[in-house]
């Protein structure tokens, strides 16, 4: 990789790494997300370093023909399971907030019911 490609690559994934930091304290992205940016950050930061002739190396092994292949296929895998991640995290939440509503009406329904006044005549007679 050309030091200029390199150098960008480096720059990339420093000023990543800056705004996940920034993002956090601003309490913008939560903690428990954060490692997985950052560690996507560092991914990205060894690929950087790594020298050419590895690359092809480890794309060779891997049945393809250019290293960049293989980086995008990385990526690419990174990126579903990211959305696998987000997916489970989505749907765990919906389920809460299903639960919570049912919570929330079942105690109103429960505070209407006490503060109704009681009927201290019975029923009224009918017809």
């Known amino acids: 990789m050309p030091l200029s490609q390199r150098a960008l690559v480096v720059g990339f994934a420093f000023a990543l790494t800056l705004v996940i930091f920034e993002l956090v304290r601003k309490r913008r992205l939560r903690e428990e997300y954060s490692w997985l940016w950052l560690l996507f950050g560092a991914g990205?930061?060894?690929v950087s370093f790594l020298p050419f002739s590895w690359m092809k190396a480890i794309?060779?092994?891997l049945g393809s023909e250019t290293p960049t292949a293989v980086i995008y296929f990385v990526g690419f895998i990174a990126l579903i399971l990211i959305c696998l991640?987000?997916?489970v995290r989505l749907s765990r939440i919906t389920e809460?907030?299903?639960?919570l509503g049912q919570q929330l009406a079942l105690l109103e329904?429960?505070?209407?019911?006490s503060s109704a006044p009681p009927d201290e005549d019975g029923p009224e007679p009918q017809g």
């Not at 809460?96 to 639960?99: A, L």
């Open 96 to 99: 809460q907030i299903k639960n």
């Open 59 to 61: 794309a060779r092994a």
């Open 44 to 46: 990205v930061l060894c």
């Open 85 to 87: 991640q987000f997916s």
């Open 109 to 113: 329904a429960e505070r209407d019911a």
